[in-house]
């Protein structure tokens, strides 16, 4: 064949592939799908929190002040949740003291101590299988075991330990995965220049992971703020009696903000909608803050290595 | 380039134990495959070399490595001299390291390893009951293949040893006379509080020979320090080692003929049989070695043939 003027150059045979591309029409479709489905979720969220911000709205405006300092009462004109952020509060402490130590404690002992052995793996994945347990079979088990059996009583004591058994696995697979993200080579460092294994884990190990358990185990206190059922189960109650006092609740009767959202929406009286609403704000602002507050260490300290 | 030498006492064939671990390396049969031909008498040479007991920092002796089942190293027997650099070379997977990390009880960290037959260091087995691995670990330092710094100040990289070790002198001197040891004082004297982590990469790996060399070891193992450093970086720690080698013995596992050939005193060349465990072929002085090897397969390895 003559070299003629129909013959393309290379480069022209380059700009016209180039050009000729007629698009990913089902890759456009499928992109159209995930952000469907994206829509769908946002507007779930936006309908579900647009609503209860509309229905707590009047009380927030009528008496903002009024709502979060006033106890509990059957006139829904007087009614507060001081008792119910108190007890939250008080069980948050509790859980803080209790799963924090043995949770970080046990994940150390896992992650740096335990050799790897077939009862170990098992050990680690049960702690994950616990993780998935429903929070009212830990409510059951509050009730026969520090209740009943060691003789609590329902008190707040023992609705924090129950919340704290609730918790623990999370805090455990947490610290377990911070502890594990610092590389086997520090550890070798360390160990290099004669350090005990102690000493590795006090001075490298754990500080460097601890961005991360604090990250974890904060938000598994979130988790513990808005637990329900097990509370439920282990006697927080949500009666007019209920002491304002954090000491008295320690002896009788406590409750905390879920409890009274779940109280208050099965009351008979319309003006208790508004408050359950306004409620629930105030247990998702806190939920919230403490969820930003994780967030905001683990941007600060995160570390790449 | 200057090897200092001891003069091996002797000629190898009086030192030969009887039914010693060159036979045995001799007689496997993937060594056969790949030496065919080699006289007896080749193999004999091939004997590593003795040196009188007070040179004598480590002792191997029929020392094999297993990770659970698997044997990594096997049954290598020789004897590193004092303040020398002894070179480890073989092909990947040789178990060098291994073998490297089984002088300070590193790989105890290790689920499933352990080893057979002993390392005496100054005549003490260090496997033996009763030994403290936190103290050989204390007198056998440690640097790393990759340059491994504390996320910490470059001042507590180096201060972290001497601490552990309850050092009460005055540290401040110490982690300069370590960084100037390790020729990294000039550069970082003006930031001793930055991290370590921010150094170069030649940089970091000083600061890590720097940190290995605060708590006064007497031996510092090497495992291919240099593999993630550029040629100039490179050579600035081949000096370094010569001039460590005054005070300190050193072993080094170097993928890099020319490092070893460069820097080392005495070199021990490894490979691997067919149960893919890894043996010592010869051990002999640096130059030696590289230019009159006792073994074919030394020689095919040092010449590029394979490896």
């Known amino acids: ?305 | 380039m200057t090897v200092h030498t001891p003069v091996p006492t002797g000629s190898p064939a009086e030192h030969e134990p009887s039914g010693g671990p060159t036979i045995r390396v001799m007689t496997t049969p993937a060594a056969i495959d790949e030496s065919e031909g080699i006289e007896p008498a080749a193999s004999a040479l091939a004997t590593p070399p003795t040196f009188p007991p007070e040179e004598v920092v480590f002792e191997l002796d029929g020392l094999s490595c297993f990770y659970g089942s698997f044997r990594a190293v096997r049954d290598v027997s020789l004897q590193v001299p004092r303040n020398q650099i002894t070179a480890l070379i073989g092909p990947s997977g040789c178990g060098k390291s291994t073998l490297l990390r089984s002088f300070n009880r590193m790989n105890d960290l290790i689920d499933g390893a352990r080893i057979e037959g002993e390392i005496r260091y100054h005549g003490v087995d260090i496997y033996e009951a009763g030994v403290d691995p936190v103290e050989v670990r204390r007198r056998i330092g440690m640097v790393f293949q990759k340059p491994n710094p504390f996320p910490k100040s470059i001042y507590d990289n180096v201060a972290f040893g001497p601490k552990v070790a309850g050092f009460r002198g005055n540290m401040d001197q110490l982690v300069e006379e370590s960084l100037r040891r390790a020729a990294l004082w000039d550069d970082v004297k003006d930031k001793l509080k930055q991290p370590g982590t921010a150094l170069s990469g030649g940089q970091q790996q000083r600061l890590c020979i720097a940190r290995a060399i605060a708590v006064e070891p007497d031996v510092i193992l090497m495992d291919e320090p240099c593999s993630a450093l550029d040629p100039i970086a490179t050579l600035r720690i081949e000096e370094l080692m010569r001039e460590l080698r005054e005070k300190y013995t050193i072993v080094i596992v170097t993928h890099n003929m020319q490092q070893a050939a460069r820097a080392s005193d005495y070199t021990a060349f490894l490979t691997m049989g067919e149960d893919r465990a890894g043996h010592l072929v010869e051990m002999a002085p640096t130059e030696q070695l590289f230019t009159r090897p006792a073994n074919r397969i030394t020689e095919d390895y040092i010449t590029g043939r394979f490896g």
């Not at chain 1, 616990?130 to 003789?151: D, E, N």
């Not at chain 1, 609590?152 to 129950?162: P, S, Y």
């Not at chain 1, 609403?277 to 998702?284: K, M, T």
């Open chain 1, 1 to 305: 064949m003559a070299l003629g003027t129909d013959t393309l150059t290379a480069r022209e045979v380059v700009a016209q592939r180039l050009r000729s591309g007629s698009g990913d029409p089902r890759g456009l479709v499928l992109q159209g799908a995930l952000l469907l489905a994206m829509l769908v979720l946002l507007a779930v969220l936006v309908v579900l929190i647009g609503d209860i911000l509309i229905r707590a709205l009047p009380v927030f405006l009528d008496r903002p002040v009024d709502f979060l300092g006033s106890a509990l009462s059957s006139r829904p004109a007087r009614a507060g949740i001081v008792q119910g952020i108190l007890g939250s509060v008080a069980l948050i402490v509790i859980v803080a003291l209790i799963a924090l130590p043995i949770g970080i404690g046990a994940a150390v002992y896992l992650e740096e101590y335990a050799r790897d052995t077939p009862m170990a793996r098992l050990i680690r994945t049960n702690i994950r299988n616990l993780a998935g347990v429903p929070s009212i079979v830990y409510g059951l088990l509050g009730l026969a075991m520090f209740v009943s059996t060691l003789g609590l009583g329902k008190t707040l004591i023992a609705g924090g330990l129950t919340l704290a058994v609730l918790v623990l696995p999370i805090v455990v697979i947490t610290t377990m995965e911070a502890l594990r993200a610092v590389p086997g080579s520090i550890r070798e460092a360390a160990f290099g220049v004669g350090a005990t294994r102690w000493e590795t884990i006090r001075s490298h190990v754990l500080p460097y992971a601890a961005p991360g358990i604090l990250t974890g185990t904060i938000l598994s206190l979130g988790r513990a703020f808005g637990e329900t059922a097990p509370l439920l189960m282990v006697g927080a109650i949500a009666g007019t009696f209920t002491s304002t006092s954090v000491g008295d609740m320690l002896n009788g009767s406590y409750t905390a903000l879920p409890t009274i959202v779940f109280d208050w929406s099965g009351k008979p009286q319309d003006e208790f909608r508004a408050l359950t609403s306004a409620a629930i704000v105030v247990l998702l602002v806190v939920i919230l803050l403490i969820n930003a507050t994780a967030i905001l260490l683990r941007n600060r300290y995160d570390r790449k290595w």
